[in-house]
């Protein structure tokens, strides 16, 4: 038993009392509770933390499916392991967490796989020493809150050098994270090739220019956005050499990719090159803990869709495949998984404007939604608080508006996703769209599980 004072145990009982009845009572309240903790004591998050090894993963996308991912496999190997599997990734969401597994009596050591919100990275860091950080990638998101993607950059470095003694694994195809000024030991994994064959970057593109000397970088090959095997042809800056790497990839389909991991063979039952990416961390992540090989396979090939990601949800019959999209470079890797359908499809996009979403809309025409005429789309449902301006983005890429069906409940939506020409219906939604839709499900039936 961890010997703790008493403002601590206060703080501590008081955050499962209040879990407790967020959970039976209002069934959710991830945040809540750790704010009650963090109320009573500001620092609760270090006793909390005692006897954890920790991997915090952040960066803009991927954060939900990696950590889950790296959790499942730890799960599969035997370990002792907690994870903030509701997304809840500030502090008092982590504090949660923690506090919800903490025992007064154990004293076995545990792993602690945490996803961290990218402004918050320094607030945990603060409080505790994580064994890895890994940092996903860096896009433009929620500009009203992050800025630029270098100031989401100096937000995470932030927490970064306060624990110089934290092993850094970076995704290396992600040409901000290169010589970094850190006393860290750093690790990259990265794509040795792609099935993209553009070697420029598109117009929107987040991070075209040589972080050391301004010079638009020359690609040897472009995964998507500004991620791949990068170089300045003016001051030599390149990619980092890469510890893990993708291989080969051998297939990608609308529902599954098949590819070669440090020369060991990897079926994923989720799509996309983002996906193929939160794989790669994953196995760097679990390998450098010193998880066997066949074990991360194994688990990998097993992996359920959290919730939002590529989760399949039926609905009398129907087949609802949900695609969280938040910012311009994961709403065209979510538009080109679809694209890689022969099949006609109907389509549902759920827009919203919250804080969580970032209230600024005007990200939509960034994304390219042009590439949506090339394919057989049947139906098309809008919903959301900016359902309009769904609809004139969609309008504007060529769309035939007049089959638009705007739809401002759920209610409504969940009736004409009934009434689809198609027996599966995709919808790409924002967060707070996903969550609430998702909230409505579970209420109507259609989910079993909210978290």
């Known amino acids: 038993m961890f010997k703790i004072n008493i403002k601590n145990f206060l703080s501590i009982l008081g955050a499962k009392v209040t879990l407790f009845l967020a959970k039976h009572l209002f069934k959710g309240g991830s945040n809540f509770p750790g704010k009650v903790a963090l109320k009573i004591s500001k620092n609760i998050l270090k006793p909390l933390s005692k006897g954890y090894k920790v991997v915090l993963v952040t960066g803009t996308n991927g954060k939900t499916t990696t950590t889950s991912m790296i959790y499942n496999i730890l799960k599969a190997n035997g370990n002792n392991v907690i994870t903030n599997n509701t997304g809840a990734n500030m502090l008092p969401g982590i504090v949660a967490c923690f506090a919800d597994n903490y025992s007064f009596f154990s004293k076995e050591e545990k792993i602690a796989v945490i996803e961290v919100d990218e402004a918050n990275v320094k607030f945990i860091t603060e409080h505790l020493t994580p064994e890895i950080i890994t940092i996903t990638n860096l896009f433009r998101d929620q500009l009203d809150r992050y800025g630029e993607v270098y100031t989401t950059l100096n937000k995470i470095m932030e927490g970064v050098v306060k624990v110089p003694k934290t092993k850094l694994l970076l995704n290396g195809d992600e040409s901000l994270l290169g010589k970094l ?39 040897n090959f472009i995964t998507y956005n500004h991620l791949g095997d990068f170089y300045c042809s003016n001051c030599g800056y390149k990619r980092e050499e890469l510890q893990y790497s993708v291989d080969s990839i051998i297939e ?200």
């Open 181 to 219: 000024d850190v006393e860290n030991e750093t690790i990259y994994y990265g794509f040795k090739e792609s099935i993209n064959n553009s070697k420029i970057a598109e117009l929107n593109a987040d991070a075209k220019f040589c972080k050391v000397c301004k010079t638009p970088y020359q690609y």
């Open 252 to 451: 990608v389909t609308p529902d599954s990719s098949n590819v070669l991991i440090n020369g060991s063979k990897v079926s994923l039952s989720q799509s996309g090159l983002y996906n193929i990416y939160n794989a790669l961390c994953a196995y760097a992540i679990t390998k450098e803990l010193n998880v066997p090989t066949d074990t991360i396979i194994k688990s990998l090939e097993n992996q359920s869709a959290t919730f939002g990601r590529q989760e399949v949800i039926n609905i009398d019959g129907k087949e609802i495949k949900m695609f969280l999209v938040k910012n311009p470079a994961g709403y065209n890797q979510s538009l080109d998984t679809l694209c890689l359908s022969k099949e006609n499809m109907s389509l549902a996009f759920l827009l919203n404007d919250n804080y969580a979403d970032g209230r600024d809309v005007s990200w939509l025409w960034d994304v390219n939604f042009e590439k949506l005429s090339n394919l057989e789309v049947d139906d098309v449902l809008i919903g959301g608080e900016r359902l309009y301006d769904m609809a004139v983005r969609l309008k504007i890429s060529g769309l035939n508006y007049k089959e638009f069906q705007l739809c401002k409940t759920f209610d409504r939506i969940t009736e004409e996703i009934k009434n689809c020409k198609n027996d599966k219906v995709y919808v790409l939604t924002t967060y707070t769209a996903m969550i609430n839709y998702r909230k409505y499900l579970h209420s109507k039936g259609y989910i079993k599980n909210l978290w």
